[in-house]
């Protein structure tokens, strides 16, 4: 049925020319010319019935139109040269539904039937009956590459696999460029070699990279002395976004990093206390800067589009495999359970009752590990409102499924961790967490969520049997370990004197606990310590 449109398109067409040659033939000498509007009306007539009932225009149907169409204005020439308007319909409705090949056949087609006609029935043309065949000829090729360009945009709108084809072409040029990219695709090692190019330039205390995170800034790295706090960076940082513009007040400044494009980031730095600002030439300095690290915006702004694209492909991912689970694993585990609530229903002998039981238990941990991996799956921090909320949403859900109690004590600042980086952190709390309430045999989980952007810590502790003899099939340590490398965190997991186990995932030094002598200003303004206990 796609091709209605492109039909309904060519009916309207032949109806309006129909239409507006009415009167001009109608005022004409004689009735030659009426007599071709009529044949040039049946056979449109004709040609859009024929179209609507096989739902397309065939090539044989278009040379029928175009050689009635040139035959019928070459019997009406001499009445009015009006009767040439119907020249134009013929390749107009093969554009559209053959393209510029279809053009070329219905012009060629009326043009010889038009041509024979005047030199069978008149004895050929007058020169000013010449120039107007011409005239008219040259305006149905241009109405035919018009409906041909149309055709193509038609096309395209009606195609659903438009946008697959248009990604494929898109990731094919990322797969050949990748190996072009001297850089890498790393944000923390490109922003790493921006910071430490600005530290080349200029002798810094704090320095910090802020990159866009929706409607604000977020830290990618800081680099900064022992003891130094990062102030109003932040403040200064969003006001050089806002104006695109460098920002210097005092030992302290701010300058966008550009692609050409847009602003991949800003940095944000306060000179060392050694250095007077004054005869440095700060503002001269940080034009430089940003100039020169022109290049290195662009590398970092495609390492960024890249994560994200990826951090979307990876979601789509894991809420294909839980609808997968869900439908199908999960479904064939529930039918089995009712066939083992039928045989339990009639055992055989004590001892048959007993190894149904046994089999109904395992059926019941079997589900609720299909439900614990469905949750695990759909839940991922860019659904919530911050790491923390995502946090406490997965231990909801764990302890609904297993019972158990799981208590998660929150400290956030309102400022955000890049996206990737709160991904790999909640992917590492989350593994432990599963991991205390499927194998820790404990009564309870305590889980503390401390993020006071760029900087995190988040422990996981059970009160259960401890660490045990390793496994060689188990991989959850060693994939942990991974995240955990990627963002460049520290993992710390230990036996507890009193029995359990303590995991710890620390990124740059741990944040300190809030006091008064914590700074003002955005950039310290955090969350209210929030605990919340979870029962089932």
Known sequence: MKDLQPLSISAAARAFVLVALLVPVSQGRGSAAAYALVVAGLAWLLASLAERRSDRSSLPLLVVEALAVGVAAGYGLPGTIAILGTLAVPPFVAGLSRGFAGTGVALSVELAALLAAVELVHDGASGEQAFSIVTWTIT?????????????????????????????????????????FSSGLDPNALGGAILSGVRDEIPTSTLVLYVPRGDGLTPLLTRSLEGEDLGDSELRAERSWAGAAILVEGRSFAFPLSTGAGVAGIVAGTLSERLDPVPLDLRDRLVGLARGLGPSAVHLDTALLFASFRDAATAD????????????????????????????????????????????????????????????????????????????????????????????????????????????????????????????????????????????????????????????????????????????????????????????????????????????????????????????
């Open 140 to 180: 149905g090729l241009g109405l035919g590459l018009i409906a041909t360009f149309l055709r193509s945009s038609i096309a395209r709108t009606n195609d659903p696999l438009e946008p697959y084809r248009f990604a494929q072409e898109l990731l094919r040029q990322l797969i050949d460029l990748s190996g072009g």
């Open 317 to 536: 991912e894991r809420r294909r495999l839980s609808r997968e689970m869900h439908d199908g694993v999960a479904q064939e585990i529930a039918s089995l359970g009712y066939v083992v609530d039928a045989l339990a229903a009639r055992p055989a002998d004590p001892q048959q009752a007993e190894r149904i039981e046994m089999l109904r238990e395992r059926i019941s941990a079997i589900v609720a590990d299909v439900r614990r991996s469905v949750i695990n799956l759909r839940t991922t921090v860019g659904e919530s409102e911050s790491l923390g909320a995502a946090i406490g949403a997965i231990a909801r859900n764990l302890s609904e499924v297993s019972g158990l109690a799981i208590e998660v004590t929150l400290d956030e600042h309102t400022g955000r961790l890049r996206p990737e980086v709160e991904a790999e952190l909640f992917r590492i709390t989350q593994e432990a967490v599963n991991n205390a309430v499927k194998h820790a045999r404990c009564t309870t989980v305590r889980v503390h969520c401390q993020v006071h952007p760029p900087r995190a810590s988040i422990s996981v502790v059970d009160d259960g049997r401890g660490l045990g003899e390793p496994r060689t099939d188990s991989f959850g340590l060693g994939i942990m370990r991974e995240r955990a490398r990627l963002v460049g965190a520290d993992l710390t997991v230990e036996d507890l004197p009193g029995g359990g186990v303590s995991v710890r995932v620390s990124l740059g030094d741990r944040p300190a606990p809030q006091d008064s002598s914590q700074p003002s200003g955005p950039a310290a303004d955090s969350e209210p310590v929030s605990t919340t206990t979870v029962r089932a």
